[in-house]
């Protein structure tokens, strides 16, 4: 059974600030990986998915790697502003068109 | 091209009374999930339709949920008998055929008094 575990939990930065954020998974088996952004009251937006068969990609300032062998994936934001302070969530699917399984997310607040 | 789109946005209910949330996914995608998210918690899953077919319910309650994807028009998430516990948010997701990813709505919030 898949695992989704997102550690920091909560993470407070200067503006400006890059900053890396943590996503590992128990089964390998892992067709794809999702980052989403979940503003408070709000849905979420999807950032990044990234297939089994790619390493990372890169979106504006976002990147996210993907590696299968280590159960993990980061997320890494460049020069923070205030704007990107929101939960960020992980999600991994174990095939194509089945369900998420989530993390729990990690609370970014950027300070201005 | 419109956004997976859910409605209501916030619905109350007391206790005993039924709750009915309306899901239309994203124009070409045929695939519908429904996800709850409970205060302070993440996202779980509950249940995966395609059109007319429910295709892996294992995150749903045996009681008191149901859910449906007609042929025509919107994916229904019912809830009957609604208790406290049963606040939450409720999100639902779309995505086309192949591993293209899942998009979600903004999400049902139901409050139980």
Redesign the interface.
Known sequence: KQEVTQIPAALSVPEGENLVLNCSFTDSAIYNLQWFRQDPGKGLTSLLLIQSSQREQTSGRLNASLDKSSGRSTLYIAASQPGDSATYLCAGAREGNTPLVFGKGTRLSVIA | NAGVMQNPRHLVRRRGQEARLRCSPMKGHS?V?W?RQLPE?????MV?LQKENII?ES?MPKERFSAEFPKEGPSILRIQQVVRGDSAAY?C?S?P???????????T?LTVT
């Open positions: 695939h999930y996800y918690e993440g996202l779980k899953f995966y892996d995150g999100f997701a995505s055929s192949g591993a293209w990813g899942q998009y979600f709505g903004p999400g919030r």
